[in-house]
């Protein structure tokens, strides 16, 4: 076992970690919660909330619906950190879904992980999705400044069926600042989320309630970004970086195109809330698996995975987080 903490903001967790990086997984929802990068500051560039969350798993509408609401995305904005894992679909639920227990974003969220190996800078740690019929492996490895893992989707069932995949990656404060965290990334063209039209434009072009600069943490006020841009067909390794030239920190996240074609880009800015997702993913299409199933496609690239009955589906990425040099901040 590690010797590390064993809670993060009074959750359960996991901590692993080697000379040079410490990574945190909550064990309700499995999310990771914490990338640090030892030294001077040791700050977190992912998103925590300033609200106290709660392990979603316990989540009871009457009691906690005061807090967080008792809609679709209520049980996993409850204990929603960092990054975290959308599967088997990525949006939000149908009616019928939601009235029977089911959360934006999939289960893998509001389902407890359970360890199946730990040592001082790796873990194994799994979810059975009783409602889906799914298992969930992940593997987390720290390799210097970097971060390495593995997923592997086992479908229990003897039926064939389809599944969205998204890395669910958030920034937050003190790391986002408006005007000064930057993005980059290997993406062409991308539309709104949702909308039929799918009309183009190109990086770092972001279209939400008013038009924005994708490769910067907005400056002004807005909401209901969400856009889907297509990761550069030319490229086998697709990433996106994020940096603050204050902190001298920056954050680069790497995959397979061939497994993760898709980057979803949210942001949100108003007095309540500053956050901004870059979520690499198998879909760029929100919403219930009846919707996925309407749109195999979107520019001749596949919106989903087939998860064979008996089965398994396996994606890695690699994440590291390291100090900008002084020549090379922006």
């Known amino acids: 076992m590690t010797t590390a903490e064993k809670s993060f903001h009074n959750r359960e967790c996991w901590t692993i970690e080697n000379a040079d990086i410490r990574v945190t997984v909550i064990k309700s ?32 509408p009457a009691i906690h619906g005061k807090t967080y609401g008792t809609g679709p995305e209520a049980r996993l904005l409850s204990g929603l950190l960092g990054h975290s894992l959308c599967f088997p679909y990525w949006g939000d639920p149908s009616g019928a879904e939601h009235n029977a227990g089911m959360t934006y974003h999939g289960e893998t969220n509001i389902v407890r992980w359970e360890e199946v190996r730990c040592s001082s800078d790796s873990l194994v740690v799994t979810a059975l999705l009783p409602e889906s019929r799914l298992r969930f492996t992940r593997t987390i490895e720290c390799s210097g400044q970097s971060v390495l893992c593995e997923g592997v989707a086992e479908n229990l069932s003897a039926w064939d069926r389809p599944v969205a995949w998204c890395e669910h990656v958030t920034f937050g404060p003190p790391f986002l600042e408006p005007g000064v965290t930057r993005f980059e990334a290997s993406v062409t063209r991308g539309f709104r989320t949702g909308e039929d039209s ?19 943490c907005s400056r002004v006020h807005h909401s209901q970004l969400v856009n889907s841009f297509l990761v550069d067909p030319a490229q086998e390794v697709g990433r996106f970086t994020a940096s603050h030239s204050g902190h001298g920190l920056e954050v680069e996240y790497e995959f397979r195109r061939q497994e993760f074609p898709w980057l979803n880009v949210w942001e949100n800015y ?31 690239t596949p919106v989903y995975d087939w998860l064979d009955a008996k089965s398994k589906l396996v994606k890695r990425f690699k994440a590291t987080i390291k100090r900008v040099p002084e020549s090379g901040r922006r």
């Open 29 to 60: 929802g499995g999310h990771i919660a914490a990338l640090v990068l030892k030294g001077a500051s040791e700050l977190n560039p992912l998103w925590v909330q300033d609200r106290p969350t709660i392990d979603s798993d316990r989540y009871d």
């Open 198 to 216: 799918q009309a183009a434009f190109l990086w770092p072009e972001g279209r939400g309630t008013i038009p924005c600069d994708l490769s910067v």
């Open 270 to 300: 108003d007095d309540q809330l500053l956050t901004r997702g870059m979520e690499f993913s198998n879909t760029p299409v929100h919403g219930t698996m009846k919707r996925l199933m309407q749109t195999p496609t979107v520019w001749e």
